[in-house]
């Protein structure tokens, strides 16, 4: 398990297994009824809007930067403001109480899309990315962090829809439902540990293993494997 940020909520995600899918998979992935947000990432912001409706919402997040990048969201507590979220990211610990983990579209890099879909409850969020820099200098330390309001609306009441696999983040280790195959998969992500976890899935190139996979997290030295 690595834990890059360590937050993750229950969310249905898209895999993309095998290139002939992913075009046609990344055009069509949006949840019937839920709202889709686009989300640019470079270094280092988000470019997204500032107020999203309330509901079944389907986040897309593109990475135009050369560093990955992903989109933790959490709902804050009424009252709180933006210093206090960088006060609380400044300290070593755990995330006060105050702020509700809610998931989010984790690391991508080039062009292809990281897309998840949420149930949005109105409120104050942050969108924020905790992914460390070569110089390991977290990047939301660098400004990557987006305040946003989430408005009610009088769109009926809706569920994030099943998917077809099925992904339990637990202390510690991962289990499926069954195994992937190649094509399109819409997947239910659900942590049933007792900590914030989250799920990264990576490809590795040819040749590589996840050692190689561990050892670049730690370094960043050249191209991910």
């Known amino acids: 398990s690595l834990n890059l940020s360590g937050y993750c909520g229950?969310?249905?995600?898209?895999l993309l297994v095998g290139d002939a899918h992913a075009a046609r998979a990344q055009r069509d992935h949006v949840a019937p009824s839920a709202h889709s947000v686009p989300i640019v990432a470079r270094e280092f912001a988000f470019d997204m809007a500032?107020?999203?409706r309330a509901g079944l919402t389907t986040l897309r997040l593109r990475n135009e930067g050369q560093e990955a990048h992903h989109v933790m969201l959490f709902r804050l507590d009424a009252g709180r403001s933006r210093r206090d979220v960088v006060a609380a990211l400044a300290r070593e610990g755990a995330l006060p109480?105050?702020?509700?983990?809610?998931?989010?579209?984790?690391a991508v890099v080039g062009p292809r899309q990281s897309v998840v879909t949420l149930l949005l409850m109105p409120g104050t969020y942050v969108a924020y990315c905790f992914i460390p820099s070569p110089d390991r200098v977290l990047h939301?330390?660098?400004?990557?962090?987006?305040?946003?309001?989430v408005i009610p609306t009088a769109d009926p009441p809706a569920r994030v829809p099943r998917g077809d696999v099925t992904i339990t983040l637990l202390d510690y280790g991962f289990k499926f439902s069954r195994p992937l195959t190649p094509g399109h998969h819409r997947i239910t992500v659900t942590n049933q540990g007792k900590q914030p976890h989250e799920l990264i899935l990576s490809r590795l190139a040819a040749g590589k293993s996840s050692a190689d996979f561990v050892q670049w997290i730690e370094q960043q030295a050249g191209p991910p494997p």
């Open 97 to 106: 109480t105050w702020m509700h983990a809610v998931g989010g579209p984790n």
């Open 140 to 149: 939301v330390s660098k400004g990557m962090l987006k305040m946003l309001t």
């Open 10 to 14: 229950v969310a249905l995600a898209l």
């Open 50 to 52: 500032d107020t999203l």
